[in-house]
């Protein structure tokens, strides 16, 4: 378009030739037929080669080839996310598949649009292996199919199936490499893994000043310092021995993380986020130690551990000091144990081997730094609070935080096995009871175990309780379809609940599409905005017709991740859902909907030779064949002869844009009348 603004400002002010005109023209038709065809993208070039093991064994090698800020999906995800990468070879008499397909070390990190689940990619390049086993030594070529997608930050394309060949002779067969290349792929994994480890290291040392606020180790503060700098013979010496106890309570919180990292291994933490048990288990845990902060009971060591600990702590020296911070992570583990028993379940479940060790790390610097701190500097001692019951209430307030994040690991593992116990509104409602019953608490209208007499309410507890208030209210309008973009990361997503369109509405109750009271054959009201919607071209054009409306095609997909932020950001706001719900017919075709055909499979016009598959290849191929692109989002506005009304568009996250995109369409259909 700059092109061709360029043409009519030189012809407009420089009164260009008819030919000239005409020859620019030509030019510019032919650089822009030639972008429209560049439309279909194929960010991904796959080649083949063999491998030879042994006399009978090889591996089948399948490198993607992965252009800059696309990604490709692991073979290995949970129901419920992306598509995955898989392959499928043609059965033969000369050769039997061994085991399955293997691939190299990728990304991980958590999709928001599926509810933070943690998805494995890869970038650049990803290499898959399979191994076979020769049983004809004439074999000569291996068929095989790859199915896959891919993304980037903007778009997704549809499911792509993609014809493989292998070249089999095993005499020129490539021997298999002994070590593996490191490939930039890899480096970029480890940038991502240090942004993650990052975090794990910020919570766990805001999590270490929270345990400093606790009865088990407030009151060891002045304690500590007190007996170092009397009990040295000069203040330097006093500031030596009180930083090698703090770096002895680091090293032995370190120990701890390196223990539950070697106990699991880099496999096991790599499930924990998404396997079932690991996260009822955590969801349990997780209660004990919100029960024991609330009060119920304590989480205690052996009293005959403090004791030998406490004698080996007389004998002085480095040894003695050493020993004194390990009594004090003893005697503490009424208080720390939960919070640390948090921590490296959070580090833990993040994937990472070295998170707990990071973890333990960030926690016990933020422990031993005041210890530090106040040896150098004893009159800050002064400062500090006097002990008393707000040292309990940190506790408690501690126990409600821990009760409200156990609920996620259920909800974790409820979504896995798809068995809607904790649905969404489920969640939400026990959010606003633990949130609400905090304030209570910090209102002082509720009293727990150990807590002393409230005779007034300090400033302090006052600004928290309004806090908690204002959350706990923010929360309510949740169990009515809000989205809740705070907390958006905690509760099931919007289409995990009891009624997509929230407590109350039913699919044919309050808040259908104005244009129809009943809902036509082969539509549905699209959760959780109530849009009449068709999934089927046919039906939804149909329907068009004989309401006089415009229909707006919405190429899209289950694991589109933009489409997902174009519904719950743009489609949400009243000018855009007043637009969708009244002026058109909407018709939203899944480009990776696995429905198979009813009947004999039509052929594909892509691939000529080729049965479709799923209902999905169908609504691909027609995006391809009559637009000329293959990402995700792509909206079309038509009108009844299949006419474009005004020029599709993409993923487009500015509301006005949209809407007047929208609004064009719309009046250009009207005008046609």
Request: glycine share 6%.
């Amino acid at each position: 378009m700059l092109f061709l603004r360029l043409i009519l400002y030189i012809h407009k002010y420089y009164i260009l030739n008819k030919r000239t005109f005409y020859f620019l023209l030509v030019i510019f038709t032919t650089v822009f037929s030639s972008t429209v065809k560049a439309q279909i993208l194929d960010p991904v070039s796959w080649s083949t080669s063999v491998e030879k093991i042994s006399d009978t064994e090889y591996d089948l090698v399948m490198k993607a080839s992965i252009d800059a800020s696309w990604h490709l999906y692991s073979q290995k995800l949970d129901e419920g996310g992306p598509i995955a990468t898989s392959f499928t070879f043609k059965e033969s008499e000369n050769y039997t598949l061994v085991g399955t397909p293997t691939e190299e070390e990728g990304h991980s990190a958590p999709e928001p649009a599926f509810n933070n689940m943690m998805v494995k990619y890869f970038e650049n390049s990803a290499t898959f292996k399979q191994r076979i086993k020769i049983i004809n030594k004439e074999l000569s070529v291996v068929n095989g199919e790859v199915n896959y997608m891919v993304c980037n930050d903007t778009q997704c394309l549809a499911p792509t199936y993609k014809d493989i060949e292998f070249k089999f002779s095993t005499e020129k067969a490539t021997v298999a490499p002994a070590k593996k290349e490191t490939t930039s792929e890899n480096k970029n994994s480890k940038k991502d893994e240090s942004k993650g480890l990052f975090s794990i290291f910020f919570l766990a040392f805001l999590s270490g000043f929270a345990a400093l606020l606790t009865p088990c180790v407030f009151p060891m503060i002045p304690m500590t310092v007190s007996f170092f700098t009397k009990q040295s013979k000069t203040k330097a010496k006093g500031i030596r021995n009180a930083i090698i106890y703090g770096i002895s309570i680091i090293v032995i919180y370190l120990l701890l993380g390196i223990i539950v990292s070697a106990v699991f291994g880099a496999d096991a933490l790599n499930a924990l986020s998404t396997n079932v048990w690991f996260n009822v288990i955590f969801f349990v845990l997780l209660l004990v130690f919100a029960a024991s902060f609330l009060g119920a009971f304590e989480i205690m060591l052996p009293n005959s551990w403090a004791n030998k600990v406490d004698k080996q702590a007389d004998r002085g020296g480095l040894v003695g000091i050493f020993f004194m911070a390990l009594a004090l992570a003893i005697v503490s583990f009424s208080c720390t144990g939960p919070i640390v028993g948090t921590l490296l379940v959070q580090a833990a479940s993040g994937g990472s081997q070295i998170g707990p060790i990071v973890g333990m790390f960030g926690f016990s610097l933020a422990i031993a730094l005041p210890f530090a701190l106040f040896a150098a500097f004893p009159g800050w001692l002064n400062s500090l609070p006097k002990s008393g019951g707000w040292l309990n209430s940190v506790k408690v307030v501690l126990g409600f935080l821990e009760l409200a994040l156990a609920f996620k690991f259920l909800s974790n593992a409820d979504m896995v096995l798809q068995m809607h116990l904790l649905e969404r509104e489920v969640f939400i409602a026990i959010w606003i009871a633990v949130f609400g019953a905090l304030t209570l608490y910090l209102f002082g209208k509720l009293q727990l175990p150990h807590d002393s007499p409230l005779k007034h309410i300090s400033v302090g507890r006052l600004s928290m309780g309004l806090i908690t208030l204002a959350f706990t209210i923010y929360m309510i309008p949740g169990l009515w379809g809000a989205p809740l973009n705070l907390i958006s990361a905690f509760p099931p997503p919007q289409h995990y609940s009891e009624s997509p369109y929230g407590v109350g509405n039913m699919q044919t109750g309050g808040g259908t599409a104005t244009h129809t009271q009943e809902i036509p054959e082969g539509a549905h009201l699209m959760a959780p905005h109530n849009i009449l919607a068709f999934n089927d071209y046919e039906k939804g054009l149909a329907y068009a017709k004989k309401v006089n409306k415009p229909v707006m095609i919405d190429f899209t997909g289950h694991a589109c991740v933009n489409c997902r932020k174009m519904e719950q950001n743009v489609w949400v706001k009243d000018n855009v859902l007043d637009v969708l719900k009244n002026d058109v017919i909407l018709i939203s075709l899944y480009v990776d909907e696995k429905i198979k055909f009813e009947g004999e499979a039509p052929e594909s016009k892509l691939r000529p030779g080729k049965k479709l598959r799923y209902t999905g290849q169908q609504w691909s191929e027609l995006q391809q064949l009559r637009y000329g692109t293959n990402a995700q989002p792509y909206y079309v506005l038509i009108d009844h002869n299949e006419e474009n009304l005004n020029a599709p568009v993409a993923y487009t996250p500015d509301v006005e844009e949209y809407h007047n995109w929208l609004k064009e369409g719309v009046g250009n259909f009207t005008s046609k009348k």
